[in-house]
């Protein structure tokens, strides 16, 4: 059986080269055109190209969304657009719309992926959706994990199931908090997120919800993790990871996470301690994580977070450049303040994140610094652990 | 069962079923052929199913057969020639109506060959082997007995000629049979007044589709002619079917003179029209219309008369003093004859009052889908969503659709709708049940659902998950789905996608502007569903987040009427959870009632009644059925909107939402 897909979002392209790197079997990104996260920086034309160009590179696939409800408007150029997508090297669109399904199974070679916003949450929809054209269907993240292997059992279609990252509180697609609250369109790449605001309750007109605790329609992130040997098992064909406007640390954090603990159940056929796990993707997540609906309802500790978004606990602070294997000097781009004299974790691909303890830090003209303030400045320090271009540091 | 019909508003397009004429001699035709033949499209109907049959049994080896024609006469005669030929015994049984009408042509032609037959009155029995000769027969009786040996000189490859005495009447009908013959490879060729088969080529083409029928066709011609709206499609133009000059008697709108000798199934219809022309109509050659499944000139000056159509026979013909409307309340028989029942339907859209079309099922016989395609064309059809058995009732006379949330399985709200009750009581008042079933299910829910459906199968459905298709797909029952997800509907190209699937009906968003709702009917001429007044769900959550939150938070209130408040926001936003999660509606009340005229082609005008009072619900559809039916102006209905003290919005009536980045202000 075909190995299951790790699939990646990336919100340009050097998140898209950090996803690859650190071992997403495939990423997914937003183009200029009906793509429904318009906050992220999506990708034009020729950067689609060179990421996909890359992607092919180390043998990986880039997914292009076409997941808004169009509107009139929307379906001007529809076909050019998708023949630019093409020829850009794209593998697969991912959409909701069954008017871009069917183009582009009609005038491209490309694959059609049902977004979630179409809410399949049965193997007749996945059946529907297949008789359309599609290729995969992304499952609706109101799927149990017994739903999943059931309709995963009963259909021939690729499936792709959400294992990571925040969640829509409401059925995917289906929301209109903010097209009402606020005249941005959701379904458009508009999403104001008004889920997430603090409400009062109010019966007959009168406060009723606890001052000391706000209510709020939003829901835990989802965090999945343990129920990979179980998606394997079943046949999934691809564990999604969301974010697109995410930074490339949550991306490289929680990629090189899964890909070893997919990697350790192929080998070994079970998981060692899933506990390693979590705890690595908590240094990328900043919201609290649930199950969703993994393993059916919730329990409000489950699922009520405190709402306050907490940051990651791991301050990431710079992107190896190059390490001097003479020198043993290693040099970084900096991302944010960071001073010398500590214990440093790193972060590289296929690896466990380890640590490296440092001393002076230098600039690029070798002078000693206490801290390194500037945004992207370069910062030499010696370390005997070799590093390798593109590690993290945190 | 009979049909009822109140208001009438076509507005679409209808495509009739295929021609029962040519459907009976395609099937005819591919016992001339060695190869099997495909016909395409044959047409859905009794008569049709009689031939299909009659053709495997004559097929068999055995040389004493039984062919039960039902109640088709076509089958009858077109057949009993190769019947006859090819077996020793031969009964023909059916109903007693088809034995009544001429078989005289026959009769004659086996006295002549001295073989032996009884008559009965349900019942043709030959006991004998007909002969290959030179054939006789006169002209003016039907032309089916004339289809029915050329049938027969085909099958043998006989050079036999047939030679008609007196003129021919139904020449098209022959002209039918002859274009036929010719697609399976006989040619005939007409020398005076003989027919004679000149050539035998192999056959050209292995598959036919069947033009559209002219006959059925006409009901619907004759109602657009009256009422405008109504476009019948992929009627083929070079047809020889003689009822396609239904186009040019409609042509002028005004009364006319018309001989109906070749185009007489056109008779039932022709006098309707004639009724509802202001002015006398004359129409000619009528007198076989005794002869038909009933008598049709008895049946149907009987029943027009009922409603004072000013109608007079004479001789061969009948002169018609029509006038533009009638009114009143009338029960018309059908007299077990389709033609009959379609024409007074068309004639009922013309009557202010209630009429009652008795034993439509009557229409099985030619054109079973007649009364599903007329519904089809009605629009503006009041629908409003059901919670309780009290709305349904008390709503009653102002609603032609009820849309029954069926608990359990609806989108929102735990309601004690007894489903059975509610709709055996649209079935009684004339309204049209919609169950709905527009929650999205999961895989371990699907058999729930799936027996549901199959359980009232027979009625239309709303859904919102696309899985369910499936399930109507399978049963054939596409045609009872209105896809009613209309968050996701916005621009013509999806709804035409969905259309395209076969569905009855699809919702469009209330989040587009009406220009574009018009627009994406213009492109598509789709059936849609539309919500003009009444709540909108904004959110839609699995999650139970209410009682989390109370758990959580140890709270102790109850559930019941629940909103919520944003800070910065000034209105209330209700709230609701039952077990299948959390339900967030807009502030505010949609009513779209100024836009109400530009809404005509709107095929389901939807009323959401949820948290309204029944008589505020009462109010609200009178109000907007006065407007529709401009007995009040649109400013007098907003006024009377204003006056109900509800919060009303038009929402997105007006301006689209936005979405892209640089217009977002942050």
Known sequence: MKRIELLSPAGDLERLKYAIRYGADAVYIGGKHLSLRSMASNFTISDIKEGCDFAHKHNAKVYVTCNIVMHEEDLNNLVDYLKDLEDAGVDAVIASSPTIIKLVKEVTKMEAHV????????????????????????????????????????????????????????????????????????????????????????????????????????????????????????????????????????????????????????????????????????????????????????????????????????????????????????????????????????????????????????????????????AQMIVRFYSETPLKEFDLIR | MDKIITTYKPIGSVKVNASKSYGHRYLIASLLCDENININNLPNSEDIFATKEAINIIKSKQESITINVNQSGSTLRMLLPIACYTHKHVKFAGDKSIF?????????????????????DDSFEVFDSLKIVDYEIDGDVSSQFISGLLFLLAFAKSKNSIKINKSIVSNNYIDMTLKVLNDVGYTFKKDHNSYKLVDISPIKQ????????????????????????????????????????????????????????????????????????NGVSHISGISRLQDKESNRLLAMTNELSKAGVDIKVQGDGVTINGKSSYEGDYVFETYNDHRVAMALTIFSTMIKGRSTIKNIECVNKSYPNFFKDFDNLNSNKMTLSIYKQSTLEECSSL????????????????????????????????????????????????????????????????????????????????????????????????????????????????????????????????????????????????????????????????????????????????????????????HYHISLLKEIHNLRFIKYIFFESLTLTDEIIKEVLTIYRNAIDKQISIEQGLESISKLDLEIDDGFAYSDTIHQKEKIVQ
């Not at chain 1, 990979?228 to 691809?238: K, N």
């Not at chain 2, 004659?108 to 009884?118: D, P, T, W």
């Not at chain 2, 298709?469 to 509907?489: C, R, W």
């Open chain 1, 115 to 374: 977004s979630t916003q179409q809410s399949v949450t049965n193997s007749l929809g996945v059946k529907f959706f297949a008789s359309l054209g599609a290729d995969r269907v992304v499952l609706a993240r109101e799927c149990s994990i017994d739903n999943i292997k059931e309709i995963a059992s009963k259909t021939n279609t690729e499936l792709e199931v959400f294992v990571e990252g925040a969640m829509c509180a409401g059925v995917s697609g289906r929301c209109m908090l903010s097209n009402i609250m606020t005249n941005r369109d959701a379904n458009r790449g508009g999403c104001a997120q008004s889920c997430r605001w603090n409400y009062d309750i109010l019966q007959n007109g009168q406060k009723i919800s606890n001052n000391s605790f706000d209510f709020s329609l939003a829901s835990a992130d989802l965090n999945a993790i343990e129920f990979i040997p179980q998606l394997i098992d079943a046949g999934v064909a691809s564990l999604k990871v969301e974010g697109r406007m995410k930074s490339l640390h949550y991306i490289a954090t929680i990629i090189n996470t899964y890909r070893r603990c997919i990697d350790e159940y192929y080998q070994n056929k079970s998981i060692h301690d899933f506990n390693v796990y979590k705890n690595n993707l908590s240094k990328g997540e900043n919201r609290e994580v649930s199950h969703g609906f993994f393993k059916g309802a919730l329990t409000p500790n489950e699922e009520i977070y405190n709402h306050g978004i907490s940051q990651p606990n791991h301050d990431f602070v710079g992107i190896v450049l190059d390490y001097d294997n003479n020198t043993n000097i290693v040099t970084i781009e900096q991302r944010n303040v960071f001073s010398g004299n500590r214990e440093i974790e790193v972060l590289s691909p296929y690896m466990s994140p380890y640590k490296v303890k440092i001393k002076a830090i230098y600039d690029k003209d070798g002078n000693v610094i206490e801290s390194a303030r500037n």
């Open chain 2, 100 to 120: 009544v009408r001429p078989l005289n042509v026959y009769e004659n032609l086996l006295n002549k060959q001295g073989i032996k037959f009884i008559k009965n």
């Open chain 2, 206 to 277: 292995k598959s036919f589709d069947i033009e559209l029928d002219y006959s059925n066709a006409s009901n619907f011609i004759v109602l657009n002619a009256l009422k405008e709206n109504v476009k019948v499609n992929d009627l083929p133009s070079d047809s020889l079917q003689g009822d396609k000059v239904i186009l040019d008697i409609v042509k002028s709108k005004k009364p006319f003179n018309v001989d109906i000798v070749n185009s007489i199934d056109l008779g039932p219809i022709l006098f309707v029209y004639a009724s509802c022309l």
């Open chain 2, 399 to 586: 609603i032609d659709v009820a849309y029954l949330n069926v608990p359990k399985y609806s989108y929102v709200y735990e309601n004690d709708l007894d489903i059975d009750k509610a709709i055996k009581y649209c079935l009684n008042h004339n309204i049209e049940p919609i169950l709905t079933i527009t929650r999205v299910y999961l895989e371990n829910e699907v058999e729930d659902i799936k027996s549901f459906i199959n359980k009232y199968k027979d009625y239309k459905f709303a859904i919102s998950d696309l899985g369910l298709l499936e399930i109507f797909k399978e049963s054939g029952l596409i045609n009872n789905v209105i896809y009613d997800s209309p968050i996701m509907m916005c621009n013509s190209s999806d709804l035409g996608l969905y259309a395209s699937l076969g569905v009855n009906a699809v919702s469009m968003s209330n989040e587009i502007p009406i220009s574009d709702i018009i627009n994406a009917y213009r492109i598509t001429s789709s059936n849609i569903f539309y919500q003009v007044f009444g709540r909108k769900l904004m959110f839609y959550s699995r999650r139970k987040l209410l009682s989390l939150y109370k758990e959580h938070s140890s709270s102790s209130f109850s559930l019941d009427n629940l909103s919520l408040r944003e800070e910065k926001r000034n209105y209330e936003i209700p709230i609701y959870e039952n077990e299948y999660g959390l339900y967030c509606f807009r």
